[in-house]
């Protein structure tokens, strides 16, 4: 048994030591500074975006009317709806009223959509004038058929108002 521990004794003296494991490799990270400060400016805090440059002037606000947007859009809804006259009429009549406040508030303050202002009022007008001719053809279509001999027959009475208001045209 002696002989057995001396070998292993010679076995484990005669044997290299296992070097250890090499770190792996990371490639240096390159270290950023921020950029100097502007004269005249305090360091900016960490963490934060530096200020703005000067000499740029804010971004100017809009000067669009919404008045004449609102307008517009309620012509074009008087104009589409000006064969129902509880609908178009009054469409067509607020966007008159809005088209001559925005018209009146472009000559105090320069507003951008000027255009638009006229198109309401513009389009304020004809659907007024659409919707009353549509109500005054009705109501002349009703009488006509009214008073026709056949009474009944509302063709008839219908025939009779456009020979009537053919002339007017």
Do not use: H
Request: proline share 15%.
């Amino acid at each position: 048994m002696e002989s057995d521990e001396s070998n292993m004794e010679q076995a484990g003296m005669d044997a290299a030591p296992v070097p250890p494991a090499a770190p792996p490799v990371v490639p240096p990270v390159p270290s950023y500074s921020p950029p100097p400060p502007a004269p005249g400016y305090a360091p900016p805090a960490p963490g934060y975006a530096p200020p703005p440059a000067p000499g740029y002037p804010a971004a100017p606000r809009s000067t669009n009317s919404g008045l004449a947007t609102a307008g517009m859009i309620l012509g074009i809804a008087g104009l589409l709806f000006c064969w129902v006259p509880w609908i178009g009429f009054p469409c067509a009549a607020l966007a008159l009223i809005f088209g001559i406040v925005a018209l009146n508030q472009a000559k105090t303050r320069p507003v951008g959509n000027k255009g638009m202002a006229k198109a309401a009022l513009i389009m304020g007008i004809v659907g007024l004038v659409l919707s009353v001719l549509i109500v005054v053809i009705v109501i002349i279509i009703a009488a006509v058929a009214a008073s026709s001999q056949n009474s009944g027959l509302l063709f008839n009475g219908i025939l009779m108002a456009g020979r009537a208001a053919l002339p007017l045209l």
